[in-house]
């Protein structure tokens, strides 16, 4: 639902460092986004090919690596990767603790862009 | 044609907002000025419990409530006769609040004739947690209707709240809720939250929760 606020933060960065760049086309945008966000990769793509129109982003993929849920035990200090739809009653599976802390997962985040 | 360039970027995607919300943190702690950002999903009880806690707090602190609504003056007419300062934000079709939205529904108030308010966020438990709006303290709802298994669909909501408020518990009796379930999953999210039963119907736990926002506020304007 709010991709489109998103999309529009994506495509200001990345002028800016077309601009700081020389860069005249860009074809490529790297994304880091966790998995704890429901962004839709697809959505994602289609607004930011409207808002894009006639910049050097025009026509750029967005290519987007979900960054997996990872918990850290708080008992035994082991980490764990956890799928969001498996998210229901979560114990360390070393120690079986259930004191945890998130430590990644919300990730927003533009690694670098191909461009030319 | 030039050859493809890898140029590095690694910059923070929401990182104008997160930018903005900490300006707007920076700004209400010299004014002496406690924000509140209320979340739940819509029907929950927000402007009930709203309407409550100005009750409890209004002879202690000078208070005033940002409604942002997708289209409607409801719920800031509600708030406003009750004698406190109350803003409409209309957010057209937006989700949720950023930072610039907060800032400008702020504007609108004498800010430095307020130590609390309270931001009535868009019903809503996807977006609102995406952002941070500036407020010194996230608060959200979840009414015993709406299912235990809440912090398990919107886990992200869960993690980004200071405190809880379990709204409706006066439904327990005649519902399958399981409170102690719900709360442990909440706590692996978010080990430091707190928890706290409400019924903004029968007035059940009304004193604990306008006791802990009370505290907070004193600490932060002190």
Redesign the interface.
């Known amino acids: 639902m709010h991709e489109l606020p998103v999309t529009q933060s994506i495509l200001d960065i990345v002028l800016r460092h077309a601009r700081m760049n020389g860069v005249t086309k860009i074809h490529a945008i790297n994304l880091n986004i966790g998995e704890l966000s429901d962004l839709q990769d697809e959505w994602i793509q289609r607004y930011f090919d409207y808002i894009s129109k006639g910049s050097p982003a025009e026509g750029a993929k967005l290519k987007i690596e979900r960054i997996p849920v990872v918990f850290r035990c708080n008992a035994c200090t082991g980490s764990f990767e956890v799928r969001v739809k498996e998210m229901k009653d979560i114990v360390c599976p070393s120690c079986g603790k259930k004191d945890l802390t998130l430590v990644s997962g919300r990730e927003y985040y533009i690694r670098d862009m191909e461009a030319e | 044609?030039?050859?493809?360039?890898?140029?590095?970027?690694?910059?923070?995607?929401?990182?104008?907002?997160q930018t903005l919300a900490s300006e707007l943190k920076a700004d209400l702690k010299n004014r002496k000025t406690f924000l509140l950002n209320l979340m739940s999903s819509p029907g929950s009880g927000k402007t009930s419990l709203i309407l409550k806690t100005i009750e409890k707090l209004k002879g202690k602190f000078r208070i005033g409530v940002l409604e942002a609504d997708i289209d409607s003056m409801v719920d800031a007419e509600k708030v406003a006769s009750t004698g406190v300062q109350a803003v409409q934000l209309k957010t057209g079709g937006?989700?949720?609040l950023?930072a610039s939205m907060v800032k400008a529904g702020l504007d609108a108030f004498d800010l430095d004739s307020l130590d609390l308010i309270i931001i009535e966020n868009v019903g809503?438990l996807?977006?609102p947690a995406?952002?941070d709006t500036g407020a010194i303290r996230n608060a959200m709802i979840l009414s015993v209707p709406e299912g235990d298994d809440k912090p398990?669909k919107y886990?992200?909501m869960f993690?980004v709240c200071n405190v809880l408020v379990v709204n409706k518990i006066d439904y327990l009796a005649s519902s399958d809720f399981d409170m102690q379930a719900m709360k442990?999953?909440v706590?692996?999210?978010n080990?430091g939250i707190a928890i706290l039963e409400v019924s903004s119907k029968t007035g059940v736990g009304i004193d604990e929760w306008a006791g802990w926002l009370e505290g907070e506020v004193a600490a932060f304007i002190r």
């Open positions: 044609m030039d050859t493809i360039r890898l140029i590095e970027i690694r910059e923070d995607i929401l990182s104008d907002n937006f989700c949720h950023d809503n996807v977006c995406e952002f398990l886990p992200l993690s442990e999953r706590k692996k999210l080990p």
